[in-house]
């Protein structure tokens, strides 16, 4: 959380006005320099001497009642989504892995997953606030520590899976999980990719909406039953992992042709975002989703996130940067906070080429009432228009 000084806000000068910083300094003996910079919110360090001097300012000079103050004088900024993942000192970052039984090292990572965490790296540790001379020693030490850095591979669910190695893929992934959930917090786990390649994606949006992981919800009545908001309705040719968040239709009666992920809208209808196989001649869609679940007294971030394919994938690497402001606040907070949002992508025509850039896209952002029906005793937290 950051702190502003509102005290140009109190005096109604958002600008300042002629004479004004002088006059604070008259009244109150603090330097002009940091009148200054208290009235454009740089200032970095306030006295508490020079705190009660500002309230006896405001109290006697500006009308301020005396019961509001200091609280008055102070404004918590809203946490930026990078920001919220810097917050933890400690990162986990676990991608999918999958086998080839003809290549020397058989197993590999889709490289675009490698692209987007490192996109997410780089702009987390960007947020490592510098070493400041003015802090003590104890102070200066911990401002310039850097994040513990972890990465961890799960097995990816294959089409070929038997019984035995769709166990052992469960498996794996609820260790990693139980790990995040049984050990201390200031950490936050960032699983990469679609429940077709990350199973921890599965388990983080199953707990994120109180569903049964590994549990498929194809059978159920309607599609607004469903536990989850988002589903991924899988290509003939994708792995078909059993998923509460996943599958081929959204429910008995319900047909959907077009593969993608599907989400919900606040009248119980469903959109799609689909994934289209490039075209020499036209142009292509794609989806990507994020979704994080945020406990801000443990410091605690559980991110899940990633393309539907791995063309999706690569370009929400490439366009993170212009969407970060939008991912904050989230559409609901309680004891966590949950953002859920979608991303779809137009290719140019072309190849399937993951480094090829998308010429549009468009963060939707899931409707509050949607989370409300899965979340009851989470708190709205509507976004501004």
Known sequence: MRISMCLSQLLQAPNGRRGLIQEIVDATDIERHTVAAILRNEVKYI??????????????????PAASLPGALFAAEPLGFIEMLAKSRELAFCLGKRHNEAWTGRDFVIATDSQFQSELLARILRCQPPADDALDDTARR?????????????????????????????????????????????KALLALGSNKVNPLVELILANAFSATPFMSQDH?????????PLMFRYRQRDPKPVSCCGGMTLARKAKEDLPGIYYELSDRRWACCPCEDPSDTNPSRDAGFICYVHRPHLRQVELACGGFSGRSTGALAMTLHKMIHHLRPPQFVGSREIGLFIVKFTFPPGTADAA???????????????????????RRCPVEK
């Open 356 to 378: 090829l850039e998308p010429t549009e896209y468009e963060l939707v952002r899931v409707d509050e009432e949607v989370i409300a029906r899965r979340c009851p005793v989470a």
């Open 47 to 64: 006295s508490l001497e020079a705190l009660g001097k500002l309230c006896d300012y405001l109290i006697d000079k500006a009308g301020v």
């Open 142 to 186: 911990s401002s310039a520590d850097f994040h513990r850095v972890d990465q961890y591979l799960v097995t990816a669910p294959s089409e070929h899976d038997t019984e035995s190695q769709w166990n052992d893929v469960r498996a794996g992934a609820e260790e990693r999980y139980r790990w995040f959930e049984e050990t201390p917090a200031d």
């Open 220 to 228: 159920v009545a309607r599609p607004a039953d469903r536990r989850c």
